[in-house]
């Protein structure tokens, strides 16, 4: 086991190294330039070539690249993570502020994913090709084809004109002002929780209609074990290991899903300002929320296949 663990932290610690190399690379050879960001297009065509160098300078953009990347992870490393363009405060600072805003909503949609996903795969696979069955199925391949910042939309509109609601735009902390911080987390925590419900429904259901076929299953039955309890504690136990699998994989994903999520809902968290920073060209912020966009996901597979070892003593041997 303790090798397995070595073997996966070695994996995950190559991986990052190699996403920074990647995200340092987009991040330079993005067309447009910083400063037209800074001062717009009339500002800049007034700056002299000798101002213009001066301000790249400033900015730590004119050094060589392996020089550049060299002061990026020491940002990192430091805890700092660097500065953003048009504001003063410090990237570090920002994930502080807005990072628990989208860490409540990932892990409710996870959350809210199981507890609508689950039961709907239960009944699904329990009943095959029934009317409930393709019901089911429709509502999930539905959530999966609307993109979640449309209904998000859908949502706010239906809220405004029928009761006159808006939700808050205010970073509100839960230890502060539970209520106040829920009705900001819950409706994003929602729309995308639904879709990845429909994902948790259907991988569910497929390892349920595989497991209930296996041969330890027929023969609890066979032993006289009522139905529910052979489902209880011989198939969905088994039939959870790929689905634990899969959240792990789509709690990743909530991070890219919330930027138009949390777009469309005005939350100010990580997502909303990974949009703002795309939209002002700051590449400081860009570089680093999309760098622990993907720390965050590499970490969470590790993570996930652990606990899949520990769930699976066969994974951990292979």
């Known amino acids: 086991m303790y090798t397995y663990i070595a073997r996966r932290l070695g994996y995950g610690v190559v991986t990052v190294f190699g996403v920074s190399i990647v995200v340092f690379v987009i991040m330079r050879v993005?067309?447009?330039?910083?400063?037209?960001?800074?001062?717009?297009?009339?500002?800049?065509?007034?700056?002299?070539?000798a101002e213009r160098a001066r301000f790249m300078a400033d900015l730590g953009l004119s050094d060589p690249l392996i020089v550049q990347y060299l002061n990026w992870?020491?940002?990192?490393?430091?805890?700092?993570?660097?500065?953003?363009?048009?504001?003063?405060?410090?990237?570090?600072?920002?994930?502080?502020?807005?990072?628990?805003?989208?860490?409540?909503?990932?892990?409710?949609?996870?959350?809210?994913?199981?507890?609508?996903?689950?039961?709907?795969?239960?009944?699904?696979?329990?009943?095959?090709?029934?009317?409930?069955?393709?019901?089911?199925?429709?509502?999930?391949?539905l959530f999966?084809?609307?993109p979640g910042f449309w209904v998000?939309?859908?949502?706010?509109?239906?809220?405004?004109?029928?009761?006159?609601?808006r939700p808050p735009l205010t970073n509100v902390s839960f230890w502060e002002n539970p209520l106040g911080n829920l009705q900001v987390v819950v409706p994003p925590a929602i729309v995308l929780g639904m879709g990845q419900a429909a994902y948790i429904a259907r991988m569910a259901r497929s390892a349920l209609l595989e497991v209930i076929r296996e041969d330890y299953v027929r023969t609890a039955r066979a032993k006289g074990v009522s139905g529910r309890m052979v489902v209880a504690f011989h198939a969905l136990p088994n039939a959870l290991l790929p689905v634990i699998t899969l959240s792990g994989i789509l709690l990743g994903f909530v991070l890219a899903g919330s930027i138009p999520v949390e777009r469309a809902f005005g939350t100010p968290g990580l997502g909303y300002a990974m949009f703002i920073a795309v939209n002002?060209?700051?590449?400081?912020?860009?570089?680093?929320?999309?760098?622990i966009y993907a720390s965050v996901f590499v970490l969470l597979n590790i993570v996930i296949d652990l606990t899949i070892a520990w769930l699976d003593p066969r994974i951990r041997y292979q």
């Open 144 to 146: 999966l084809a609307v």
């Open 280 to 291: 002002e060209r700051d590449v400081f912020v860009m570089q680093n929320l999309v760098f």
């Open 73 to 141: 992870m020491k940002d990192v490393f430091s805890g700092s993570f660097g500065h953003s363009f048009f504001r003063s405060e410090s990237v570090a600072d920002m994930i502080l502020r807005r990072g628990p805003l989208t860490a409540e909503i990932a892990v409710l949609s996870v959350m809210l994913s199981w507890v609508v996903g689950i039961p709907v795969a239960l009944v699904s696979a329990l009943r095959q090709n029934s009317i409930g069955d393709n019901v089911a199925r429709f509502i999930s391949i």
């Open 152 to 165: 998000g939309m859908l949502i706010i509109l239906a809220m405004l004109f029928w009761f006159g609601y």
């Open 30 to 49: 993005l067309p447009g330039d910083p400063l037209v960001s800074l001062f717009g297009p009339e500002g800049f065509q007034k700056l002299t070539a």
